[in-house]
T-cell receptor, first 115, second 114 residues
């Protein structure tokens, strides 16, 4: 079990659907992250929130829309996705945003399949 | 940009010692981290080297040489449960706004055999 909880664990959606991924942490961490991971590949950074403000957007297509309602929650809204967007979506948090030795704590991810 | 290269696969027997290498090219350097990820699981933090030298945490050790842009993860007394993917990673952040832009290496699949 991890201290970062992601729901749902699995999601299958059509290209015209709208869905949301949810992430929650209660460790008091002030930075939260979305990563995308394809099979046999490293996680790739999508977004970073620091103190509930969007800090980094790695040129992610607008069909992915992040939201940070409060310091414990992070959402990723999905709309009009493509089959190539099928992947494992990982949420993470860290206590500090500006220290290299502040590790990221990852959730188990949502495995998304776009049909 | 950031580039971190690792061997794609390493195989070793239970009880042995294995070393997983990582060479990097980065714009700015703030240390090297290692993460473990079992199939279907979350990446979990193993270690961090901010300075040159060896850091030891139980059966795992990590080494960094900044002058060589090189680091490695050393796993001793291998166990079957150590079969997983291992990623080196470098942190980075914007000068304003915050957020640790952690970039992962290509990853090494470790297989431990009986």
């Amino acid at each position: 079990d991890t201290e970062v909880t992601q729901t749902p664990k699995h999601l299958v959606m059509g290209m015209t659907n709208k869905k949301s991924l949810k992430c929650e942490q209660h460790m008091g961490h002030r930075a939260m992250y979305w990563y995308k991971q394809k099979a046999k590949k490293p996680p790739e950074l999508m977004f970073v929130y620091s103190y509930e403000k969007l800090s980094i957007n790695e040129s992610v297509p607008s069909r992915f829309s992040p939201e940070c309602p409060n310091s414990s929650l992070l959402n990723l809204h999905l709309h009009a996705l493509q089959p190539e967007d099928s992947a494992l979506y990982l949420c993470a948090s860290s206590q500090e945003w500006d220290r290299g030795n502040s590790p990221l704590h990852f959730g188990n991810g949502t495995r998304l399949t776009v049909t | 940009g950031q580039s971190l290269e690792q061997p794609s696969e390493v195989t070793a027997v239970e009880g042995a010692i294995v070393q997983i290498n990582c060479t990097y090219q980065t714009s700015g350097f703030y240390g090297l981290s290692w993460y473990q990820q079992h199939d279907g699981g979350a990446p979990t933090f193993l270690s961090y080297n901010g300075l040159d030298g060896l850091e030891e945490t139980g059966r795992f050790s990590s080494f960094l040489s900044r002058s060589d842009s090189y680091g490695y993860l050393l796993l001793q007394e291998l166990q079957m449960k150590d079969s997983a993917s291992y990623f080196c990673a470098v942190p980075g952040w914007k000068l304003t706004g915050g957020g640790n832009k952690l970039t992962f290496g290509t990853g090494t699949q470790l297989k431990v055999e009986l």
